[in-house]
């Protein structure tokens, strides 16, 4: 193949690779709303798991 040379061939092999998707779990989206409010002073460890518990069970 010289440079340059374009075949059907070729071609349907860049076609076949432009059009394959490669989906991986890693690549689910998760989309969060909400507010999380906490005053520092007032916050503990245990309060602020127990928020995000409560905010991730949603």
């Not at 193949?1 to 690549?27: L, T």
């Not at 127990?50 to 949603?58: D, H």
Request: aromatic share 6%; charged share 40%; proline share 0%.
């Amino acid at each position: 193949m010289s440079m340059g040379a374009y075949d059907a061939a070729e071609h349907q092999r860049r076609e076949e690779k432009a059009s394959a998707v490669d989906v991986s779990s890693d690549d689910d989206r998760t989309d969060y709303e909400g507010t999380v409010e906490y005053d520092v002073a007032d916050a503990d460890a245990e309060d602020l798991l127990a928020q995000f518990r409560e905010i991730k069970s949603r």
